[in-house]
Structure formats: structure tokens, C-alpha cells
């Protein structure tokens, strides 16, 4: 049975529309002087940690970067994606067939419990107000970044790549003006964000190219 989720029309439409901005972006100067710019903070992670593997979501950015790293820079770098119950329908299938199709090797990995069942029973205990995925949160550091670490430190990997963007929150861009695109943790693990300055589509107008 497919996990593809049914798409109306609207849904074809409103996704076509998308893919003309995200086409459009790509073609911009400043868009592919940035690319370039990502590709030499990729080189120069290679460098200082070849070890390092790429954290993908499946999400539009982490993609972007899995692509930067091992398709157009080449690089034999291994990526990881966490899988749950709350994912979107489809979402492991299509890591996993864009792994095959661009030649990476990717490691599915998944928490140990289920997700749904936890919210069920602890969903109460939630702040309203408080963010989900901080890492204080009980919820976020069981099913996510305590699943990181384990993978990190069963691959003895002294570094990772994020698809992290500065303009996403102030926290972002503070962390790219205090430590810049790559930086060492107290851990000692070598964190890489080779898309920090990268933007959305923002102001393009698709009717007059």
C-alpha cells in the first residue's frame, strides 16, 4: 500500500506555483553566489572533520543541503534522518528514494518509543506556551535529541551538518554572528551550517519573468 498522500487539484496547483518561485530563486545572482560561497564552508568542513555526517529531516532545507554536500560537491558523506509516528505520510520513502537516486548512504533511525502514545499520555503535562522542540523539553529531548547523540556516538562522529538558516529566528542569527558557519562545541563536535546565510523566496514576482 502507497503512503503517498491523495493531492487535489488545489494541492497540484498550489505545488506548482511553488516550484516556479523555488525555480525563479535558484536563478537569482545573489542566490548562486551564495551557493558557491556554501560549497568553499563545505570544503573547508571536509577538511577539518571528513567524518562528519549530514542530519536530514526531509524537509526542504536539510534536502537542499544533502544535495549541496554529496551531489554537487561530491563529498562521501553518510546522512541520518529520524523517522516517527508523527511524521507526514511518504516522508521516509522519499528520503530514502532520493538516497538512492543521488547515491548517499542514509541511516533511518527511530526513538524508541511511539511518539503518539507518549503525547497521549503526557500531552496534559505540555506548556501551551513553550516551544516543543527546545531541548529542555522533555518530549523533544527523548525523541529527538537523545536519539542524535546515540547516533553520533555509535559512529564516533566528531561532527554534523545542519540545513540551519540564520534568518529562521534571532537565536539562528546570533549563533552565525558570534560563531560563523562552522564552530566547535565544548563537546567537541565540529558543527557545520553551510546554508546559514542562505533566504527564503521572498519578494519575486512569477507573472513578470
Known amino acids: 500500500m502507497s503512503c503517498e498522500p491523495i493531492l487535489t ?10 516550484e516556479r518561485l ?6 537569482l545572482a545573489v542566490h548562486k553566489a551564495r551557493v558557491q560561497r556554501s560549497l568553499g564552508i563545505v570544503a573547508d568542513m571536509a577538511k577539518r572533520c571528513p567524518s562528519a555526517y549530514i542530519a536530514w529531516s526531509g524537509g526542504k532545507d ?26 507526514f505520510p511518504g516522508e521516509e520513502e522519499y528520503v530514502l528514494d532520493l538516497s538512492a537516486e543521488w547515491g548517499v548512504a542514509c541511516d ?5 518509543f511511539s511518539l503518539q502514545d507518549w503525547l497521549k499520555q ?28 546515540a547516533y553520533r556516538l555509535s559512529h564516533a562522529s ?6 540551519l538558516r540564520k534568518e ?10 558570534q560563531r560563523g558557519p562552522i564552530y566547535t562545541k565544548k563537546t567537541g563536535e565540529t558543527v557545520c551550517q553551510p546554508l546559514c546565510d542562505w533566504t527564503g523566496s521572498k519578494g519575486i514576482d512569477l507573472d513578470s519573468r
Open 62 to 87: 536539510s534536502t537542499a543541503l544533502v544535495h549541496l554536500v554529496c551531489v554537487e560537491a561530491g563529498l562521501p558523506v553518510r546522512a541520518m534522518s529520524i523517522k516517527d509516528d508523527l511524521d
Open 108 to 112: 533511518i533511525v527511530r526513538p524508541p
Open 158 to 163: 566528531p561532527g554534523v551538518y545542519l540545513g
Open 168 to 177: 529562521e529566528s534571532r537565536a539562528r542569527m546570533m549563533n552565525r554572528i
Open 22 to 27: 523555488a525555480l525563479a530563486h535558484a536563478g
Open 122 to 149: 503526557h500531552g496534559a503535562e505540555l506548556d501551551p506556551g513553550e516551544d516543543m522542540h527546545g531541548r529542555d523539553v522533555a518530549f523533544a529531548k527523548k525523541a529527538f535529541y537523545l536519539v542524535v547523540e
Open 9 to 18: 487539484s488545489a494541492d497540484r496547483s498550489t505545488w506548482e506555483q511553488w
